[in-house]
């Protein structure tokens, strides 16, 4: 049963960030083999768990300027969001930012 989910992901903040010039990125969930898509959703689900139960920052100190990714996963029954620090130092938020863009990388049209 396909998870029929559209996945979105955009970058904020920064030193050089300029509001409406930053571009989301999304794709269908369903576009992605089986694998990938347990994976991507599974890193998304273990991070989110991570942020949940946690008080501990998850970023280093003196990154004021840093970018963040705003990660959303839309589904019938709702948007759930995840916001992760280019700087974040959880290895499974770092793992998750890569898949994403490999990911949207693979389901852009003109992809291979």
């Not at 992901?9 to 989301?24: C, D, M, N, S």
């Not at 269908?28 to 083999?33: A, D, V, Y």
């Not at 990660?71 to 709702?78: A, D, L, P």
Request: glycine content about 8%.
């Amino acid at each position: 049963m396909p998870f029929m989910a559209r996945v979105s992901y955009r970058l904020e903040g920064g030193i050089a960030y300029f509001p409406g010039l930053a571009v989301e990125r999304s794709f269908e969930i369903e576009s992605l083999p089986r694998a990938q898509q347990d994976a991507l959703l599974g890193l998304f689900e273990t991070v989110r768990a991570h942020r949940l139960g946690s008080s501990a920052p998850t970023t280093r100190h003196g990154t004021a300027d840093q970018q963040s990714y705003v990660i959303e996963v839309q589904e019938s029954s709702g948007v759930r969001r995840l916001v992760v620090s280019e700087f974040d130092q959880d290895p499974a938020a770092q793992e998750l930012v890569a898949r994403l863009r490999d990911c949207a990388d693979q389901c852009e049209p003109g992809s291979s």
